[in-house]
């Protein structure tokens, strides 16, 4: 898929309003993480695939003096970060691509995605582009909702009609080595208020039954880190 396909698909979820309906959805796991990304004052920080920003303005105000910058391919979603941006915040919007970063080498103590890494048109030039702007001991933390493990979203790609990396874990730890980094580890992040109430369960593509729905519920998110050497 180009880029120019994903900006124009990410341009009509932003013109939907699903911008900001991901902000709910995915920011239970970020909520429920955010103390252990271990975020320091002063950090200059990577939002990669910001949709609307809200990632980017919660990890600006993670500690004292941090500055985040979200870059996205969809200019929709930067207008609308920009919309929903507060001028007390340390942070910035950007149109890029993972694959292009516009940055020197080093400019970033970390990266961060939020279910953005999977949709990237060359991972190992992604890849690459992450470890090259980042310094060295820098830090790349990714959480994504679609993985092999969590065989329930399999067809999401289908659903949406967008060309998405269904990979392992294995395999995403083998893409970030590939690319030089090290101490790549992961963990399940799971809601702890549970799945909710069956009755007031709505079918979809993406949770066609209930049970569906449990089992994506009981695989959580997946949240992935990986070091550039020191
Ligand atoms: C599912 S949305 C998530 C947005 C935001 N992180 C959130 O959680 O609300 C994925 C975002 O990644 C962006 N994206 C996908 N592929 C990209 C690429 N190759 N380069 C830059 N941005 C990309 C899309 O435009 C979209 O806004």
Redesign the pocket.
């Known amino acids: 898929m180009s880029?120019e396909d994903?900006?124009s698909?990410?341009d009509d979820?932003?013109a939907q309003g699903r911008?900001d309906r991901?902000?709910k959805s995915?920011g239970i796991a970020i909520h429920a993480i955010l103390d252990d990304l271990g975020i320091r004052a002063g950090e200059t920080i990577l939002?990669?695939?910001?949709?609307?920003g809200?990632?980017t303005r919660l990890l600006a105000r993670a500690a004292p003096g941090v500055q985040a910058i979200g870059?996205?391919?969809?200019p929709a979603?930067v207008a609308r970060a920009e919309e929903l941006h507060s001028y007390t915040i340390r942070a910035r919007y950007e149109v890029?691509?993972?694959?292009s970063l516009e940055f020197e080498d080093g400019h970033f103590d970390r990266t961060f995605?939020?279910?953005?890494l999977y949709?990237?048109?060359d991972l190992p030039q992604?890849l690459s582009e992450i470890q090259r702007v980042l310094r060295p001991g820098g830090i790349a933390d990714f959480v994504i909702d679609f993985y092999a493990e969590r065989a329930a979203t399999r067809r999401w790609s289908e659903h949406m009609d967008v060309s998405m990396l269904f990979l392992s874990e294995a395999e995403w730890g083998g893409s970030f080595a590939g690319a030089g980094f090290e101490n790549f580890t992961t963990r399940r992040v799971v809601d702890p208020a549970g799945p909710g109430d069956e009755s007031n369960f709505e079918p979809s593509d993406w949770a066609p039954d209930w049970k569906t729905y449990v089992a994506m519920h009981e695989a959580g998110s997946l949240w992935m880190h990986a070091e550039k050497p020191g």
């Open positions: 880029h994903l900006a698909t990410f979820w932003a911008a991901m902000e995915h939002d990669m695939g910001c949709g609307n809200w990632a870059i996205d391919v969809a979603m890029m691509t993972f694959e995605g939020m279910e953005s949709y990237a048109v992604a």
